[in-house]
């Protein structure tokens, strides 16, 4: 199953990814006070979407940077290019700014919660770490930033100091919500679930209305084997709040894994159309694509194209690409080329070597292509041989009903009436009937006892066309003709010798009689 997704005090980019700046971290009219033109031209323009409500986020960056280059210490204008730079997605150029933004102003909370946050979610939680205990060498009460630590301390791996963090916000804080909350983070990535739960319980009590908590409660039960019982807490952090990234992703997640294909595509296109940029709801959507069927194919890899458009070396998305074309699409030529591009883009990361599962993905997608080239070999003989037989077998069938139209023929040369009242033809005919219904069904395998049969019956031809031919001779030599009726019957002994005719009506009367 896809890593599922705990909610932290932490506050993520995601919290400000679209639509003007608000909020923690993201620049306040009242403070953008630098004089310079195109500073005011970049601000101007992000407070003024156009009228289908987009916001010209490249026009301010511009702006942003002209003011930049001209003031370079400015802390605010430093800002505004990164926050702007991120909206736009160019992360680099973002982090260059917020650290500019930071270098001239240490205190500036803004900066450090977007710098942190950034950092985190690139992987470098090491850096995030340290530019928080900068600043709390100045303030050290600052429990937001604390816990924000926590979270940086929790992703390096450093779980000892998490909870030390966890520990001294709530001897400062004691009914910090975050705090408990964050604990079951800690607790929970150190395979603690029952303490986990604890601190997720005692979170939820402080604040029943926190969606992150009752996401994190999901979690544990998913990891106690409850999975019932996690949905629910998924759908209560939802209801809470609509646009929770954290709870959608993980029922996403969790729908995928139960097969639940379209339920799992419905929460991971809503991340999609409230955060663009979140490569694990593309992800999500792309799998359930795949898993809805072959209609949907085309479209799941179109999805892949699209995420490694925003994160060109996407292990995830080559992985899944690569295995969509393999298994579904049979194309074995672009799952070997996105298997070759995730090994460009492995080249020189410490964790390239030759056990990397892509090598791996390699030998399977050439083994598949080779035993994939051997089955279409093999269909493709199976239809030669399938073809060959049919010929062979349409030649049986016309050679059977040449033979059976022969054997008929013959067998009506000998249907006289001598013969036929005999009943001597029955075993013919039924031959000739069952013949022709073997024919019908291509019942071949009757084909040879039927032209058995026919040589059988066949024999006796001879002897029956003796019969009718020596029935007909005797007609003509003693029958009605020669020694019949003619001769002795009614028309020459009979009736007009001593009938009606010579004696009768037409005769001389009986006076010329004597």
Not at 150 to 164: C, D, K, P, R
Request: proline share 4%; charged share 25%; hydrophobic share 40%.
């Amino acid at each position: 199953m896809k890593n599922l997704t705990f909610s932290l005090a932490f506050l993520p980019l995601l919290l400000v990814a679209t639509g003007c700046p608000k909020g923690p971290g993201v620049p306040e009219v009242n403070e953008l006070m630098a004089p310079e033109d195109a500073f005011h031209a970049g601000v101007r323009i992000l407070q003024t979407p156009n009228k289908k409500d987009e916001i010209n986020y490249k026009g301010a960056l511009e702006a942003f940077e002209i003011a930049a280059t001209q003031q370079p210490d400015h802390a605010r204008v430093r800002f505004n290019a990164g926050w702007t730079s991120e909206r736009l997605g160019d992360f680099d150029n973002a982090l260059r700014h917020y650290r500019a933004a930071l270098k001239a102003d240490p205190n500036y909370k803004s900066a450090l919660f977007n710098l942190g946050a950034l950092l985190t979610s690139r992987g470098n939680p090491e850096e995030a770490a340290q530019h928080y205990t900068t600043y709390l060498q100045n303030d050290p009460n600052d429990v937001a930033i604390r816990n924000n630590l926590v979270e940086a301390y929790l992703l390096s791996g450093v779980y000892e100091a998490a909870i030390e963090e966890c520990q001294r916000i709530l001897l400062i804080d004691s009914k910090n919500t975050a705090a408990y909350r964050n604990l079951s983070q800690i607790y929970f990535a150190n395979n603690q679930s029952g303490m986990a739960m604890l601190a997720a319980e005692k979170a939820r009590l402080l604040n029943e209305s926190d969606p992150g908590i009752h996401n994190n409660i999901g979690l544990i039960h998913l990891e106690q084997g409850n999975e019932s019982a996690a949905i629910e807490a998924f759908r209560t952090a939802i209801k809470l709040d609509p646009n929770s990234l954290e709870s959608r992703l993980n029922l996403g997640w969790v729908a995928l894994h139960s097969g639940d294909y379209t339920l799992a595509n419905e929460h991971f296109t809503a991340v999609g159309k409230k955060y663009p940029e979140n490569v694990d709801a593309r992800l999500g959507m792309a799998v359930a694509l795949r898993g809805s069927g072959k209609d949907n194919y085309v479209q799941a890899a179109e999805l892949y194209d699209e995420i490694l458009n925003i994160d060109s070396c996407n292990g995830l998305a080559f992985r899944n690409a690569a295995t969509l074309q393999e298994m579904y699409l049979k194309d074995f030529k672009k799952a070997l080329g996105y298997l070759s591009s995730w090994q460009e883009c492995l080249i020189g990361t410490p964790d390239y070597g030759l056990d990397h599962p892509v090598h791996n993905l390699v030998k399977r997608v050439e083994s598949s292509e080779a035993e994939h080239e051997a089955e279409k070999a093999r269909i493709a003989e199976l239809a030669r041989q399938a073809e060959e037989l049919r010929k062979e077998q349409l030649n049986q069938l016309a050679q059977m009903k040449t033979e059976l139209d022969t054997f008929e023929a013959q067998v009506n040369e000998v249907r006289c009436d001598m013969v036929v009242e005999m009943g001597m033809l029955e075993d013919f005919d039924m031959v000739i009937e069952t013949g022709r219904d073997a024919v019908a069904a291509e019942e071949f395998a009757m084909f040879p006892q039927i032209t058995m049969f026919i040589g059988e019956l066949g024999s006796m031809l001879p002897d029956l066309a003796e019969m009718c031919g020596s029935m007909g001779g005797g007609e003509e030599a003693g029958g009605e003709e020669a020694g019949g009726e003619e001769a002795g019957g009614e028309e020459a002994g009979g009736e007009e010798a001593g009938g009606e005719e010579a004696g009768g009506e037409s005769a001389p009367s009986e006076g010329d009689g004597e």
